[in-house]
């Protein structure tokens, strides 16, 4: 009986999980959970929010205390053992999901309750908790006639296959395609980490010299810095053909069928639910009202950056041909010749960056500047163990000393442990009588480890990552929301979960915060002005082309869903052609296949909702516009933004929150400033 994965009374004990306990471990919440729902479906007569929705939280809260700290292992301290185990829990993890959103009882029971006397009299953070419940039983087709609903788990077990299958195919074609490269000349141009890559690369496949492969670091490493054009070309001719009927595996992991069909599913799977397309089945669970209102935001964006974009691109290409020799810049010489412009117009290097930024005077900086907004006071504990000696471990209390918060800080890259910087909810908060569940976060990042006796030294971009990251701690953290399902970042918009973060991004490009986070460290100077000066200059570097671009991918990916007919298959090239002669003004080479290795929207959770990471930038652009008018660091609007958007996580409308906040519904203007686009 002593499993360490079943004590839910505090801190997870990383140092007591074994894989080998992992798969019992949850199946046995598993089958604890549905006899107690079993139960209370049976015993329950007239249900009320205490006998019917905190059980179930209580349920899901205890899957999370189990759940929670494998995955994080999986992630950041990875084994073989571990990795199997994980995998194994995965379909009974989703078996379970699928069954709870297709139980008519349970969905009955939550009906029931809506339509009850009691729903009008609760808390609004209470009524949203069911409306999202039921709005999930919906989407999982509770509702449909049997026929359909068999139906329906029939083209969402296809549809799991099939973006396995897609991404499973990318893997493999980014595998399959690597460059033994003998002569270093070649590499001229490379940094030096970029070539201890290639050249560590080559000695895991046995081999002596360099090796190029098609992994982002090393695709992009070439494509920013080789001087060697035909190499340029090579390798991104490789890259965009992947998974594709063209380039060097032409047909082999081709993924044409697949996206093709995925589409067909997704439209079958929105209609059955009665919805018009997928676009609509997305926005369900979204911020953005309508499909209209999705593509005149975007296409509103791109009239406003196309002028701009085009002025980066005859720029961009006047530099190649005046200093490069390039007359005609083709797809392979983008990069590369934005990063050399970049240099000559800027002059300035992240490598001397790096020594003003000590990794503990940033994390004293960014907990000053919460202080300073919030009123929140961040300390560090040291009695804490966890997964690995280098993990921190921290406590946030607000201004009358109440404990709000816990996070793990998790900094620097090292073996088996997945790239990327993210944050992932640990514990979450909630509450049962005079006991509140403090929120406990996981803050992951993949810093350079510090190197010798200097402390960690962190380049400005990842300065920002960090401050990303912590802003999404924060809403998971400071939530005062007693509610399960609605606190932190539970049941958040998909399309507004990134302002918090995208929002603290923007104090490490005030001057005021400079003295708080920055300090050389030899001596402790602050960033000197003419630094920063250039730092400030080279933010919106290619800004309009960098705007176009995503602005691209996310009509693309919106019409795709939106425009799906039957009748005539996805029209995926003709679209995207289509789509481009409207907002690009880079137009790739005829075989490049960039849909094929379009993950995000073909295996991952964004598709007809990439538009999203614009979307969201308006939002943390304009909540941030409010600093901008009042003073940075002016506490009464902080603890607005703390009150009226931190503190209320999903309990209502990210639009309502919103509104509440600025006084008026978002507007496009600060993200124009912020980016160099207004006009
Ligand atoms: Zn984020």
New binding site residues.
Partial sequence: MDNPLLDLSGLPRFDRIRAEHVVDAIERVLSENRITIGQLLAETRAFSWETLVEPLEDLADRINRVWSPVAHLNAVVNSEALRDAYLACLPELSAYATELGQNVSLYRAYLALAESPEYERMQPAQRKAIDNALRDFRLSGVALSDEDKARYREVVQELATLTAKFQQNLLDATDAWTHLIDDERRLAGLPPAARALARDAAARHGDQGWLITLEFPSYTAVMTHADDRELRREVYTAYVTRASDEGPHAGKYDNTPIMERILALRHEEARLLGFANYAERSLATKMASDTRQVIEFLRDLARRSLPVARTDLAELQAYARDHHGLGELEAWDVAYCSEKLREYRYAISQEALKAYFPVDRVLTGMFGVITRLYGMQVVERNDISSWHPQVRFFEVSDSNGVLRGQFYLDLYARANKRGG???DECIVRKRRGQRVQTPVAYLTCNFTPPVGGDPALLTHQEVLTLF??F??GLHHMLTQVDQLSVSGIQGVAWDA??LP??FMENWCWQRETLPLISGHYQGGVPLPEDLFERLLEARNFQSGMQTVRQLEFALFDFRLHLEYDPGVGAHIYPLLEEVRREVAVLHPPSFNRFPHSFAHIFAGGYAAGYYSYKWAEVLASDAFSLFEEKGIFDMETGLKFLNTVLEQGGSRDAMELFIDFRGREPQIDALLRHSGLAA
């Fill in positions: 910087a993210w944050m990303h990251e802003g999404h979960v990134e973060s995208q």
